[in-house]
């Protein structure tokens, strides 16, 4: 038995020298991923985690922009965690990919347990030995590949995400901004109404007009209290949809501040057509492809037998001899050539270069018709601007001054306020509806906010 006990001292030697030559061989400059290269995480923070607060606070209690607005956004948003985690998962198993298959150890012990002199371990012979699969075709480095092509594709997929919620923030934003310049509106409108109830009363008083004028004006400053109370209402569930695009559990926000006004101009039809490209909806689409492709090549591959190889040390007992032992042994492809994942993989190629035309061309009818929207929008938020409030003014002043002096009645002063204040409403709708528009052409041309022209930045 001491003869034993040599024998596997000396197997153990010699196994951890072979597991060292195989962990060398693994961790070699040639590996794509080395395994003793560590992952930045914290620097794919910083590339995906969006633009940072620019206050450092966030949620802000006074005043918020847009900038801080999308920072917020982007923070919190639970489906960006989300993202961020599985790109991290995609990138550990693209190191894992280019990891060798571990060595297997095996004993043997034969010629003992039968008959006779076999009937115990006098003339045993027992095997110690190393067996490794070889990977061929290279399969090893086309599934890192393909792993690092799936990363890929979930970074892809987390810019999707991020330009659909900064979106979704500044629409929201918008939203807030509008509702606030219409209560603007309507609290001037409620001032308005309520001294043409006081001039109404006090002519009335004077004999100079009949009562129903200062009837007629009570009604109408009680419409527009309604409304101005309706328009609060709406700001407050504004606020409340915007304080959850920004990941906030109540608006500590007072209100929103930006340069709600006209761009001087849009783009071209053309000109955009142009930058549909860079939306990671249409530009995540060569990853796509490259990653069917090598999924196929992948699959090919794998038509080919892998051998393992065995190497080791056999004891014979009986006259304590050790000698070594070396073997080969590969599968035959008799019955699974992987014909049918190569079929699949071949199918899903074709499926995707077809997925790929098909989101072009969905993108580009997603953007006539953004545009379409863009430019009515614009136009008439530019007719009410420069032609219509002016006009609407005047005509307002002009009936207002002249019913002080009896020149006109007060349906006429009525008729110029509703026509001018609704007016003016009417250009805060189109204006939001114009800035909502540019929102979805920056996202459908992969620009984000920064497309968003004069409004908070």
Same mark, same amino acid.
């Given at each position: 038995?001491?003869?034993?006990?040599?024998?596997?001292?000396?197997?153990?030697?010699?196994?951890?020298?072979?597991?060292?030559?195989?962990?060398?061989?693994?961790?070699?400059?040639?590996?794509?991923?080395?395994?003793?290269?560590?992952?930045?995480?914290?620097?794919?923070?910083?590339?995906?985690?969006?633009?940072?607060?620019?206050?450092?606070?966030?949620?802000?209690?006074?005043?918020?922009?847009?900038?801080?607005?999308?920072?917020?956004?982007?923070?919190?948003?639970?489906?960006?965690?989300?993202?961020?985690?599985?790109?991290?998962?995609?990138?550990?198993?693209?190191?894992?990919?280019?990891?060798?298959?571990?060595?297997?150890?095996?004993?043997?012990?034969?010629?003992?347990?039968?008959?006779?002199?076999?009937?115990?371990?006098?003339?045993?012979?027992?095997?110690?030995?190393?067996? /490794? !699969?070889?990977?061929?075709? +290279?399969?090893?480095?086309?599934?890192? @590949?393909?792993?690092?092509?799936?990363? *890929? $594709? %979930?970074?892809?997929?987390?810019?999707?995400?991020?330009?659909?919620?900064?979106?979704?923030?500044?629409?929201?934003?918008?939203?807030?901004?509008?509702?606030?310049?219409?209560?603007?509106?309507?609290?001037?409108?409620?001032?308005?109404?309520?001294?043409?109830?006081?001039?109404?009363?006090?002519?009335?008083?004077?004999?100079?007009?009949?009562?129903?004028?200062?009837?007629?004006?009570?009604?109408?400053?009680?419409?527009?209290?309604?409304?101005?109370?309706?328009?609060?209402?709406?700001?407050?569930?504004?606020?409340? /949809? !915007?304080?959850?695009?920004? +990941?906030?559990?109540?608006?500590?926000? @007072?209100?929103?501040?930006?340069?709600? *006004? $006209? %761009?001087?101009?849009?783009?071209?039809?053309?000109?955009?057509?142009?930058?549909?490209?860079?939306?990671?909806?249409?530009?995540?689409?060569?990853?796509?492809?490259?990653?069917?492709?090598?999924?196929?090549?992948?699959?090919?591959?794998?038509?080919?037998?892998?051998?393992?190889?065995?190497?080791?040390?056999?004891?014979?007992?009986?006259?304590?001899?050790?000698?070594?032992?070396?073997?080969?042994?590969?599968?035959?492809?008799?019955?699974?050539?992987?014909?049918?994942?190569?079929?699949?993989?071949?199918?899903?190629?074709?499926?995707?270069?077809?997925?790929?035309?098909?989101?072009?061309?969905?993108?580009?009818?997603?953007?006539?018709?953004?545009?379409?929207?863009?430019?009515?929008?614009?136009?008439?938020?530019?007719?009410?601007?420069?032609?219509?409030?002016?006009?609407?003014?005047?005509?307002?002043?002009?009936?207002?001054?002249?019913?002080?002096?009896?020149?006109?009645?007060?349906?006429?002063?009525?008729?110029?306020?509703?026509?001018?204040?609704?007016?003016?409403?009417?250009?805060?709708?189109?204006?939001?509806?114009?800035?909502?528009?540019?929102?979805?052409?920056?996202?459908?041309?992969?620009?984000?906010?920064?497309?968003?022209?004069?409004?908070?930045?």
């Amino acid at each position: 038995m001491m003869g034993l006990k040599s024998f596997l001292s000396f197997f153990v030697a010699f196994a951890l020298i072979i597991t060292a030559s195989f962990r060398a061989t693994a961790e070699s400059p040639g590996q794509t991923f080395p395994a003793n290269q560590s992952v930045s995480l914290d620097q794919q923070d910083k590339d995906y985690r969006g633009p940072q607060s620019p206050s450092g606070k966030e949620e802000p209690n006074g005043v918020l922009t847009l900038k801080q607005a999308l920072a917020l956004a982007v923070l919190k948003n639970p489906d960006l965690a989300s993202y961020s985690w599985e790109i991290r998962a995609r990138e550990a198993r693209a190191l894992q990919a280019g990891v060798y298959p571990n060595p297997e150890m095996g004993l043997e012990i034969e010629n003992w347990g039968g008959n006779k002199d076999y009937r115990r371990l006098d003339a045993a012979e027992t095997t110690l030995a190393i067996r /490794q !699969l070889i990977e061929l075709g +290279g399969k090893r480095p086309k599934k890192v @590949q393909l792993a690092t092509l799936e990363r *890929d $594709l %979930a970074r892809w997929d987390y810019e999707t995400k991020r330009l659909d919620v900064l979106s979704e923030a500044t629409k929201a934003f918008v939203n807030v901004a509008a509702e606030q310049e219409r209560l603007t509106v309507l609290e001037e409108l409620y001032r308005l109404a309520e001294q043409s109830r006081n001039i109404a009363a006090a002519r009335v008083q004077a004999g100079k007009v009949s009562p129903i004028d200062e009837t007629k004006s009570s009604a109408e400053l009680a419409k527009t209290r309604i409304e101005m109370e309706r328009a609060k209402r709406s700001l407050q569930a504004a606020r409340k /949809q !915007l304080s959850l695009a920004c +990941g906030l559990p109540s608006p500590s926000f @007072q209100k929103v501040e930006g340069a709600f *006004d $006209l %761009a001087s101009s849009i783009p071209s039809v053309d000109d955009l057509a142009v930058l549909v490209y860079r939306n990671p909806d249409l530009a995540r689409w060569p990853s796509e492809i490259e990653q069917r492709k090598a999924s196929l090549n992948l699959e090919r591959a794998s038509r080919i037998p892998d051998p393992s190889i065995s190497v080791g040390v056999r004891r014979f007992n009986e006259n304590e001899v050790t000698a070594l032992v070396a073997g080969i042994s590969f599968p035959l492809p008799l019955f699974n050539r992987n014909s049918g994942a190569i079929a699949e993989a071949e199918y899903r190629l074709i499926k995707a270069e077809e997925e790929h035309r098909a989101a072009r061309r969905k993108i580009q009818a997603a953007l006539a018709e953004t545009y379409q929207a863009l430019s009515s929008a614009f136009t008439e938020a530019r007719i009410l601007k420069d032609e219509v409030l002016p006009a609407l003014q005047s005509a307002y002043e002009a009936a207002q001054e002249g019913y002080r002096y009896g020149k006109f009645g007060y349906l006429d002063v009525l008729d110029a306020q509703r026509n001018f204040f609704e007016s003016k409403i009417r250009y805060v709708e189109s204006l939001a509806a114009f800035r909502k528009a540019y929102s979805d052409v920056d996202r459908l041309t992969g620009a984000g906010p920064k497309g968003y022209g004069s409004l908070g930045e």
